[in-house]
């Protein structure tokens, strides 16, 4: 075997080495992404208990707060949008949207 021939196996060794590397890299990258992959994105509806979850609090301590909110909410005619945390009822059940939790963390770290 003459050297062209030798460089040349030792470059497709070498390259399919490489292949296999950056595959592995990717791979690896794609796992670590997966661990991720039960949070919510912000296009998703949150139940009580995830949105409690999401703010790292209790459930109960996350019912009060709704619901104190809701009490003084309801002696106002007016109010800014996100003073309190924004929720929609359906079938009798609340939801809440991460993106509207985000706006209320936003406005009452500005506002307070």
């Known amino acids: 075997?003459?050297?062209?021939?030798?460089?040349?196996?030792v470059s497709i060794l070498f390259l399919g080495l490489c292949i296999l590397v950056g595959s592995w890299f990717i791979s690896d990258a794609i796992?670590?992404?997966?661990?991720?992959?039960?949070?919510?994105t912000t296009n998703e509806l949150l139940t009580?208990?995830?949105?409690?979850?999401?703010?790292?609090?209790?459930?109960?301590?996350f019912n009060q707060?709704?619901?104190?909110?809701?009490?003084?909410?309801?002696?106002?005619?007016?109010?800014?949008?996100?003073?309190?945390?924004?929720?929609?009822?359906?079938?009798?059940k609340r939801y809440y949207s991460q993106e509207?939790?985000?706006k209320w963390i936003e406005y009452n770290m500005l506002n307070k």
């Open 1 to 9: 075997m003459n050297l062209k021939h030798y460089l040349l196996s």
């Open 31 to 40: 796992k670590s992404n997966q661990k991720f992959s039960n949070i919510t």
């Open 48 to 61: 009580e208990k995830e949105a409690a979850d999401y703010l790292r609090m209790d459930e109960f301590d």
């Open 65 to 92: 707060l709704i619901s104190n909110q809701n009490r003084v909410k309801s002696q106002q005619s007016v109010y800014d949008t996100y003073k309190y945390i924004p929720f929609m009822i359906l079938n009798g």
């Open 100 to 102: 509207q939790i985000d």
